[in-house]
């Protein structure tokens, strides 16, 4: 039946087909399946395609919407299982599952949820005179009292619900991991969030370590809301056994439930209303759908965002809104203001609840009627993700209302929306070979046993992230972590392990080496405010993100408590900077760090786009035909229809050109601040970072002097000197002969990118310590000792595997090297066309690119002014070509 009903690519086995009623009700206990056929109707889609599957042991990826059912499809036949252990006395004092999210909140909503058929099916079968045990299920998490710990120790749960740290941490417990030895199934759940970063790799070698300890195969089932590719998700979960995936069934319901996608604007028009018309207009329109349904969740793309949202909300309508029934959920706000709105929303108290990322996830939020976006949140994943919060009932409309704030907002919305309703998704990519990520693990298995490298290289290369690793990568580690780097001993930096080349064996050293790994385990960087000091007189003036300072580069301009200030120089956890000169424009705005970047996929698509609109425009189609095709295309209204084909006929008019698919539009322009090169390259911000350093070098290598940069999603632009002279196909030459790897590693060696960067790894690699002893150490403290050994380590050993690793995580997971490499060979190969245009003022497309710098909370009415500066010195010039 698997056959006819399935598509197999290699070990994965794509279901089609779901198996009947009868077919997944009849692998339950009879009276598991009383109690579900008491309690619902009928099963979802999840739960038809998967209860057999688990029944019969098999790996199983299940993607499905939220309220899909995927926890009970995973988990009803485990129940069924480990009650019939029970009923024939089988059942041991000892673990047998473990569910693993990336959410503490999520692990407190899964107890509570399995807790009722728990309950309920002991009940139900002790009336039909069958005595069931007790299936006990426990939490442990770094919230779990440690009087809650030794409770575990002395009777430990059947069902564990565990964090992916807590799991690596509870490997080395030596009484207590001696109860994983019978674990027979594990679930991952939110797996989409987890593949895709550093905390996935971490699990994913931990699984493989509790595969190793319990000596026999895991049933694997992994859930997730919008994976794509499958392929790569099964590898992610189930890793590679004899040089090979392991199998897999993979169950996509992704697409069973139905969405509502509207796209609106707060106006009729995005260049013409002013910043307090837009304003005004957009918390109108949000208070009008609040007050039409019973809960709302917003969502906005930064923090402050969401601050101001909620502020001003509460401020036009204090009478409706208040703090009882409207309220911000954010990462900086402390986890008892986050558990109390959850709380309230589970509870239907809510009116409206405005968040940035932190509710995307699946914590159970209750029934939520719509779900609003402000602004682009850069993927069609993401968008879905989101949305898929609303209806929480699976047969539920997932409603999902997307406010456009500016033309390049809209063009993006319109396409992402139909590329949703085209049921495509963008990537997840899983980073490849994190060495600091592997050197605690490595850690943590010296503590078990003695390990020879080729016993250990296996383990490690069935986990898929660490499928290329190569023996020489790994000795190296090896090295670094026995201490054989005798220079850094001066910087109290000892091995952790022991390691015999001669034997190719290693263990572990130490007496502290466990307090150190169970005090420093985890992916999740430690990050605090730094403190900004005003030159000369070094004078305090504020705070910024630690993730905004790693974006700054000497000269940088950015807005601080309404002032404009000149990045100089960082020393640890503090920022110098000195007043900004006259005239001078921000280049990088304060919510930067903040940002999600576009896809790349999606990026493609919009250049599709435009190239299809500029095709219409060329070929002389009136007006009202393209208002009618982007209508019924992309399903949008005809004041959208209108904007947007006022946005295109705007820069085709002015430059007789719009940058389409494959091709790159460079633009030499200014304005009355600065000189531009203005690089019309829609790739995504991550692709766009690697391109701009790249050509920023080239560029100041032929003047010989620094440029400034500014990115974004939709290109970049160089800021130039007055007076320059520079031939772009010789720079456009050259660039083809340049290693972009190399001129990158240089650009970033000395850039607060890489000592923030590097510490991070440090931390993670126990090179710079945490916590020592149970002392906290201060990130301050941690900052300077990183820097120290950087600045030791840099030039005598440029292969050592810390700075490796940050010039990894910084090239391939900050940046996107693989598809800036992409774009610069498909230059090589003449596959993308360069284009150059001279103007002397921006072309409409470049509007926001100039102006990005200043779309800060306080200069949020200059940057609309310049915007309509701009664009009315624009029409005057199309006035004058007509």
Same mark, same amino acid.
């Given at each position: ?6 598509l197999?690519?290699?070990s ?7 198996? /009947? ?37 098999? %790996? ?36 047998y ?15 509570? %949820? ?24 426990s ?18 749960p ?5 964090t ?29 969030e ?9 699990? /994913?070698?931990?699984?493989?370590r509790?595969?190793n ?18 392929? $790569? ?7 590679? $056994? ?14 069973d ?35 039409k ?16 949202v ?18 911000a ?10 558990? $109390? ?56 409309v ?9 033309r390049?907002?809209l ?51 069935s ?10 990568e ?8 026995a ?5 850094l ?5 000892y ?6 080349p ?7 050293r ?24 005003r ?7 504020g705070?910024?993100e ?7 580069r ?11 200030y000149?990045?100089?120089y ?13 005239g ?5 705005p ?31 189609k ?11 295309s992309?399903s ?26 494959m ?20 790739f ?21 002097k620094n ?13 130039? #000197? ?6 772009l ?5 050259k ?67 810390v ?28 596959k ?11 072309? #409409?497309f470049?509007h ?35």
């Amino acid at each position: 039946m698997l056959k006819m009903d399935s598509l197999s690519e290699n070990s994965f086995i794509f279901l089609r087909k779901p198996f /009947s009623r009868e077919e997944s009700l009849s692998v339950l206990q009879p009276y598991v399946r009383a109690w579900f056929e008491k309690n619902f109707e009928d099963l979802t889609p999840p739960q038809r395609f998967s209860l057999k599957l688990v029944s019969e042991g098999k %790996n199983v990826i299940i993607t499905g919407p939220t309220g899909s059912g995927k926890t009970l499809a995973a988990f009803l036949s485990i129940l069924s299982e480990l009650f019939k252990l029970g009923e024939k006395g089988e059942l041991l004092d000892s673990i047998y599952v473990v569910y693993i999210s990336p959410l503490k909140a999520l692990d407190n909503d899964i107890k509570k %949820n399995l807790m009722i058929p728990l309950t309920e099916i002991r009940k139900l079968a002790s009336e039909n005179g069958i005595t069931l045990p007790e299936i006990r299920i426990s939490l442990r998490t770094g919230d779990v009292s440690s009087s809650e710990k030794q409770s575990q120790l002395k009777l430990p749960p059947h069902i564990l619900i565990t964090t992916p740290e807590s799991l690596a941490v509870i490997l080395n417990a030596p009484k207590f991991s001696a109860y994983l030895k019978t674990v027979r199934w594990i679930v991952v759940d939110e797996i989409h969030e987890l593949a895709s970063n550093k905390r996935g790799v971490h699990l /994913s070698l931990s699984l493989e370590r509790l595969q190793n300890l319990v000596g026999s195969r895991i049933v694997r089932i992994g859930l997730g809301a919008t994976l794509h590719p499958l392929s $790569e998700a099964a590898k992610f979960l189930v890793g590679y $056994e004899n040089n090979a995936p392991r199998e897999c069934y993979i169950v996509d319901v992704s697409w069973d439930k139905r969405y509502d996608l509207k796209l609106i604007t707060p106006v009729k028009s995005l260049i013409y209303s002013s910043a307090d018309e837009l304003n005004e207009s957009l918390y109108n329109i949000l208070n009008k759908i609040i007050s039409k349904g019973k809960t709302t969740l917003i969502f906005t793309n930064t923090r402050s965002g969401t601050e101001r949202v909620v502020f001003h909300l509460k401020e036009k309508w204090g009478d409706k809104y208040n703090d009882q029934n409207l309220g911000a959920h954010h990462g900086s706000l402390s986890r008892d203001i986050r558990l $109390e709105v959850e709380n309230k929303l589970k509870n239907g108290q809510m009116k409206a609840v405005v968040s940035s990322t932190s509710l995307e996830l699946g914590i159970d939020v209750g029934f939520i009627d719509q779900v609003v976006q402000i602004g682009s949140p850069k993927s069609v994943s993401r968008a879905i993700q989101r949305i898929g919060r609303s209806g929480h009932g699976f047969k539920d409309v997932a409603k999902g209302i997307f406010i456009a704030m500016d033309r390049d907002d809209l063009v993006e919305l319109m396409v992402m929306l139909q590329e949703a309703r085209s049921r495509h998704l963008d990537s997840i990519e899983v980073p490849k070979k994190p060495l600091d990520i592997l050197a605690q693990h490595v850690v943590g298995m010296s503590l078990t046993k003695k390990w020879s490298v080729e016993e250990a290289l296996s383990l490690i290369r069935s986990c898929y992230a660490y499928r290329e690793l190569t023996e020489d990568e790994f000795v190296s580690l090896l090295r670094y972590l026995a201490g054989e780097y005798v220079e850094l001993e001066d910087r109290k930096v000892y091995g952790k392990i022991w390691f015999d080349p001669s034997d190719g064996t290693f263990g572990r050293r130490g007496k502290y080496t466990r307090v150190i790994y169970y005090l420093n385990i985890g992916a999740i960087p430690d990050e605090v405010k730094v403190d900004v000091y005003r030159l000369p007189n070094k004078k305090f003036i504020g705070g910024i993100e630690e993730s905004f300072l790693e974006r700054l580069r000497p000269g940088d301009i950015f807005v601080l408590g309404g002032k404009l200030y000149k990045f100089r120089y960082a020393r640890a956890m503090k920022c110098y900077v000195e007043p900004a000169p006259k005239g001078s424009s921000p280049t990088i705005p304060s919510w930067f760090s903040e940002m999600l970047p576009l896809s790349f996929e999606l990026a493609l698509q919009i250049q599709k786009f435009r190239e299809n609109l500029r095709n219409m425009l060329v070929g002389g189609k009136r007006k009202l035909e393209i208002i009618q095709w982007l209508r019924s295309s992309f399903s949008v209204s005809k004041d959208v229809a209108n904007e947007v084909y006022a946005y295109f006929k705007e820069q085709y008019l002015y430059t007789r050109t719009i940058p389409g698919y494959m091709e790159i539009l460079i633009e030499k322009t200014r304005d009355e601040r600065s000189n531009y090169l203005v690089f019309h390259a829609l790739f995504g911000r991550r692709v766009n970072d690697a391109l701009s350093r790249f050509f920023s070098i080239l560029v100041s290598d032929e003047l010989r002097k620094n440029i400034g940069i500014v990115i974004s999603d939709t290109g970049f632009a160089l800021i130039l #000197p007055r007076s320059y002279n520079l031939d772009l196909q010789k720079l456009i030459e050259k660039s083809k002969l340049m290693d972009l790897e190399s001129v990158l590693k240089d650009n970033v060696r000395r850039t607060e990118l890489m000592k923030r960067r590097f510490r991070h790894c440090a931390a993670r690699s126990f090179l710079v310590l945490r916590n020592y002893k149970g002392y906290k150490i201060s990130v301050n403290k941690q900052q300077l000792s990183s820097q120290t050994i950087l600045n030791i380590i840099e030039d005598k050993d440029p292969d050592f595997p810390v700075l490796r690793e940050t010039y990894r995580e910084i090239l391939q997971d900050v940046m996107d090297l693989k598809r800036a490499n992409l774009v610069l060979d498909w230059i090589k190969e003449g596959k993308l066309k360069i284009r150059t245009i001279e103007t002397n003022i921006p072309s #409409p497309f470049a509007h926001n690119l100039i102006v990005l710098g200043e779309e800060d909370v306080v200069l949020m009415r200059d940057k609309k002014k310049r915007l309509l500066e701009l664009h009315e010195k624009i029409m005057k010039k199309i006035s004058a070509l007509e």
